[in-house]
């Protein structure tokens, strides 16, 4: 919870509620006359959320604001959130987890989102404030992403010095440097935020009219769950034209809380809720726990997690994905043979398709090449997801190499497609590894 010195438990709940609000308006793409109901239970607009003295929300429309969380100026995000994430409970995962928790609101909100450079591969200035004319000693961007910069010495004095002493035991703190796993995981889970702005119009909205039409917010008033955000998106209520030709409605939970929470929300109960394909196929394997009970309208979030909801829209039917395959470049193979698999995913429904591939390969292979746009390996499996119209179809092509030793075996294949609505498909590819012959000259 937020901590403000001597303060009292009242004054500090105050103060975070009061941070909770001054986000959801900028998440509404800080628009002066939003409506939304602040802590106290009150309906107010984003003007009068106060933010400083000044009011949180001060624009007209959603394209006259930036929305940012680290920029060029002050520390860049994972600095700030070194100093504020206790040291010895606090670990690398968790870190990559609080960089991310704050890169969605800006990826998911209204608005024009700014992502300062680097911020995807936790970059560093080791602590420095005010780095315009520290040089590319600090201000150094490894786009191998072998390092993040972090530790590489005390930064100048200047505006930094009162600080030397809390900084020192940081720099030199082997936990807080990356390795160069934590840099790629932490830039390929950025990408997800990315994949999952661009997958629906409702997250990039153009009028203010719109956004208050169509951005809604639970878990408020005095009694809410400290430290959970919940934004719904709406492209079917009664009047509103249809945006996004895939979802019908999109519900957001940002949870800051170390722990899992979990809301009931009553009015979205019923309905075809799923997480969304991109994180049902994501390489973080904590966001994939969430869950909901589409029945009751509970929602679960892990702690430190954003979790995205959907509701895929049917409108005049179903997608039908029946007619996928998945066949192999030969029947037969020797060890250090190449095999090429090629899965067909085609949906001959009347309805777009929120599609996600789960490859699981057999043990006794290699990826080899590049994969396919979009596909993922994630242990023994490779993912894929996306959206297929009516009648569209997409093939997926890879390669594995048969392992050394691996002989007298049937290497079975198999891929689950789902099609969004919880439907699946498996479709099987096995080839039959035999024995390498060995002929000896001579008539032996």
Do not use: C
């Amino acid at each position: 919870m937020w901590q403000a010195g001597a303060s009292t438990p009242t004054d500090q709940r105050n103060r975070l509620l009061l941070l909770i609000d001054q986000i959801k308006v900028g998440l509404a793409g800080n628009l002066a006359d939003y409506e939304l109901v602040d802590r106290t239970g009150a309906t107010v607009t984003g003007s009068q959320v106060d933010y400083n003295g000044q009011p949180a929300g001060y624009t007209e429309d959603p394209q006259e604001v930036i929305t940012y969380i680290s920029k060029h100026d002050n520390q860049t995000l994972y600095d700030i959130n070194a100093y504020t994430a206790p040291t010895m409970t606090t670990t690398m995962a968790d870190r990559i987890r609080i960089q991310q928790l704050g890169l969605s609101v800006v990826s998911l909100g209204q608005g024009v989102p700014f992502f300062h450079a680097g911020v995807d591969m936790l970059r560093s200035k080791s602590l420095d404030r005010d780095s315009y004319n520290s040089g590319d000693w600090f201000n150094r961007l490894d786009f191998t992403y072998q390092t993040n910069n972090w530790g590489a010495g005390l930064p100048m004095e200047g505006v930094n010095g009162t600080n030397w002493y809390l900084m020192q035991p940081l720099l030199v703190n082997p936990a807080m440097k990356p390795a160069p796993s934590d840099i790629v995981y932490s830039a390929d889970l950025f990408r997800e935020w990315l994949e999952i702005r661009y997958s629906s119009r409702l997250f990039r909205l153009n009028t203010a009219a719109d956004i208050s039409d169509r951005v809604t917010f639970f878990n408020d008033g005095p009694s809410q769950l400290e430290g959970l955000i919940v934004m719904h998106l709406d492209d079917v209520s009664a009047g509103l034209a249809d945006l996004d030709p895939n979802h019908e409605q999109i519900i957001i939970l940002f949870n800051a809380n170390d722990a899992e929470q979990t809301i009931t929300l009553a009015s979205l109960a019923g309905e075809a809720w799923a997480l969304h394909p991109t994180q049902q196929a994501s390489l973080d394997a904590v966001v994939q726990t969430s869950a909901v009970n589409s029945t009751t309208g509970a929602f679960t979030v892990p702690g430190r997690t954003t979790a995205v909801f959907i509701v895929p829209q049917v409108a005049g039917g179903e997608p039908n994905l029946s007619g996928s395959s998945k066949t192999a470049s030969v029947a037969n193979a020797l060890m250090g043979d190449t095999i090429t698999y090629t899965v067909v995913i085609s949906n001959s429904g009347n309805a777009t398709a929120s599609a996600m591939l789960t490859d699981t390969l057999p043990s006794g292979v290699t990826v080899i090449g590049t994969l396919p746009a979009g596909m993922v390996q994630v242990g023994d499996e490779l993912r894929w997801s996306g959206t297929l119209a009516a009648g569209e179809e997409v093939s997926l092509v890879y390669a594995v190499q048969v392992d050394n030793g691996v002989v007298e075996v049937n290497l079975v294949n198999s891929a689950v497609i789902n099609d969004g609505l919880g439907n699946t498909f498996t479709r099987t590819a096995a080839v039959a590894v035999g024995t390498p012959r060995i002929y000896l000259p001579g008539g032996v």
